[in-house]
């Protein structure tokens, strides 16, 4: 059976969930900017390079 037309100005039945959207993530947190980590690692990893080819440029 085809379902009757709705007029423009009315607001079609809709089908779906009844239950109320979730609540939002506050933004920020230390996860929302990982660039800041990233970094952080690559200074360190770059820190310990540097200090064992000083130690090998310095034998």
């Given at each position: ?21 979730h609540p ?13 980590w990233v ?15 000083l130690r090998?440029?310095?034998?």
């Open positions: 059976m085809a379902e009757p037309l709705v007029p423009p100005e009315e607001t079609p039945p809709v089908e779906g969930s009844t239950s109320s959207a939002e993530r506050p933004d920020g947190g230390v996860w929302e900017h990982p660039m800041i970094s952080l690692i690559l200074l360190g990893s770059l820190s310990v390079a540097l200090f064992f080819a090998i440029i310095d034998l």
